[in-house]
């Protein structure tokens, strides 16, 4: 890539609250049902980047008995449904099931998730802050607060908003009878410790850790390195049992202090929330002048537009993660990635000098920049703690 003439247009990210008759055009039975939940009082946002999720407002969901807001943003609406639910101190959620699984991830709160079938034993786990679940399609599950002096947040996911434009029937995702009883109640336990598998990479093969419960993403330990994307950095994928062998529905990325992962683009639908560390993103559309940055930290959430670049900084004196809900494993292509040595210079001045604000110096090498295709060493001090 050419070295820019001028440095780009900055925009810093942000969201808004959409009115009822703001929501356009409908396309599906979905789009009049978040119309409804707006009506109710239930927030809808829109724009590209919430900075804290753990604070922005909701209103009452009075069919599931709990706080909530809908999330519209770019490069997720109209392909991934996202929800925050807020269970008030020691509450419980009304039942909800529907025909798609949910990926579920607690922003802060202790509690307690009860799933089962109808006319079958419930089951139970406790949750806490950073911990991430798979609810199994077609099951009823309810949500309990343990805490009666702080309030539980959480982001739902699911591919209900493009599944509702296939299927035009409300009915088959919500008054669906068919379940498959054996993921709960077969021989294996979905929510015990996690095992691993592999599935294809394009280029390597990529453990994936399946369970349908991970106590804490924020303390995992078992990374591998992730040498397409630089910085050192490392990931893991995490796969439901019920989903199948290699299947995955969230990964994580770990990278080191005081450096920033290559530019890279991707289809639409990826979910990043962050469960630890602070620093800022850069998102911008081939070719346009414009550099969309998202400051973000513990709790933030962003989702980059389809086949927009977008690229990661960590500014922060330790590792930082970010967990992308939704992800699969892509064959990596080159084409689709700005090598170090062909970036904008703006893009690591303005890094520098967000560290130097910082009283930090980079932790980049000068030889990044400078070979081609940079290959980072690993050692066990990458291992992400």
């Known amino acids: 890539m ?23 055009r409908k396309i599906s039975w979905y789009d009049d049902w978040i119309e409804s939940l707006a009506l109710q009082g239930i927030p809808i946002y829109r724009g590209n980047h919430i ?35 807020e269970v008030p101190p020691g509450g419980t959620t009304a039942p909800f099931k529907m025909l798609l699984d949910e ?32 609810i199994p399609p077609n099951y009823s599950y309810q949500l309990s607060n343990l805490r009666g002096d702080q309030t539980a947040r959480l982001i739902h996911s699911s591919r209900l908003d493009i599944a509702a434009s296939l299927i035009r029937d409300r ?8 379940v498959d009883t054996s993921i709960l109640y077969g021989d294996q336990d979905i929510f015990s410790e996690a095992k691993v598998v592999s599935a294809p990479d394009g280029m390597q093969q990529r453990a994936v850790w399946t369970s349908n419960f991970f106590p804490d993403v924020s303390a995992w330990e078992k990374l591998e390195p992730y040498r397409n994307r630089g910085a050192g950095g490392m990931t893991v994928a995490f796969g439901s049992v019920h989903g199948g062998k290699g299947a995955t529905h969230a990964t994580m990325s770990v990278f080191p202090a005081q450096r920033y992962k290559m530019a890279h683009k991707h289809d639409a639908g990826a979910v990043i929330v962050i469960p630890r560390g602070e620093g800022y993103s850069v998102l911008w559309k081939p070719d346009s002048n414009e550099r969309l940055v998202c400051e973000w930290r513990e ?10 670049y977008h690229q990661h900084f960590n500014l922060g004196q330790g590792p930082a ?63 992400g703690d």
């Not at 999720?53 to 009452?60: D, K, P």
């Not at 709790?299 to 927009?308: A, C, E, F, K, R």
């Open 51 to 85: 900075a804290d999720m753990r604070s922005v407002e909701v209103g009452w969901w009075e069919e599931k008995e709990c706080g909530a807001a809908i999330l519209q943003l770019d490069g997720q609406w109209r392909v991934v449904d996202v929800r925050l639910t």
């Open 103 to 134: 990926k579920v991830y607690v922003l802060s709160g202790y509690g307690q998730c009860t799933i089962w079938a109808e006319g079958r034993p419930q089951r139970s786990f406790e949750f806490q802050p950073h911990s991430l679940f798979f």
């Open 2 to 24: 050419a070295q820019a003439t001028q440095d780009p247009v900055v925009a810093f990210g942000a969201y808004y609250r959409v009115e009822p008759k703001e929501l356009g």
């Open 299 to 308: 709790g933030s959430l962003l989702v980059p537009p389809h086949m927009w």
């Open 171 to 178: 009915d088959v995702f919500f008054n669906n009878p068919v």
């Open 321 to 383: 993660r970010y967990l992308k809900l939704n992800g699969h494993i892509p064959a990596f292509r080159e084409s689709h990635q700005i090598d170090y040595s062909e970036e904008e210079s703006w893009v690591r001045r303005r890094f520098e000098a967000q560290l130097a604000g910082r009283n930090m110096t980079t932790a980049m090498p000068e030889e990044c920049y400078t070979t081609p295709k940079y290959e980072w060493p690993y050692g066990e001090d990458m291992s």
